[in-house]
C-alpha cells in the first residue's frame, strides 16, 4: 500500500571537513537527527562545488580538495523537523540550510 503525506524536506550545505567538538558535522547532525526519531537522513558527498568564498571544491585528480561539499537531507514532519533547528543554530558556523514542503510516498509491505 502506498501512503500519500505532506512532510518538509529539510536540506544542509556544509564542508565535507567541518566540525563540531571534534566530530565530523554532518556525523553529528545525523547522530542528533536520529536522536530525535527524526524519520530519515541523507548524507551526499558532491563532486564539485563552491560557497561564500567562491573557491572551486573539486574531487578532480589534479585539484584533488579535502573539503568536498556535503548535502544532508532530511524528510520529516514540520514539528519534527522543527525540533532539530535549536541543534544546527548551534553547530553550523559555515553553510546554508533550507527547508520546503514535499510530498512524500512511502512504499509499505
Do not use: Q
Not at 533547528?85 to 546554508?96: A, Q, R
Request: hydrophobic share 40%.
Amino acid at each position: 500500500m502506498n501512503i500519500f503525506k505532506e512532510e518538509v524536506l529539510l536540506r544542509i550545505f556544509i564542508g565535507e571537513s567541518d566540525s563540531y567538538k571534534g566530530k565530523a558535522l554532518y556525523e553529528h547532525i545525523v547522530y542528533t537527527a536520529r536522536g530525535l526519531h527524526i524519520a530519515g537522513t541523507t548524507v551526499l558527498r558532491g563532486i564539485m562545488g563552491y560557497g561564500a568564498n567562491s573557491k572551486i571544491h573539486t574531487a578532480k585528480i589534479l585539484r584533488l580538495s579535502e573539503d568536498l561539499p556535503i548535502i544532508i537531507e532530511i524528510v520529516d514532519d514540520e514539528e519534527n523537523i522543527k525540533k532539530l533547528l535549536p541543534y544546527l543554530d548551534e553547530s553550523i558556523t559555515n553553510g546554508i540550510v533550507t527547508m520546503e514542503k514535499v510530498k512524500v510516498i512511502k512504499y509499505r509491505s
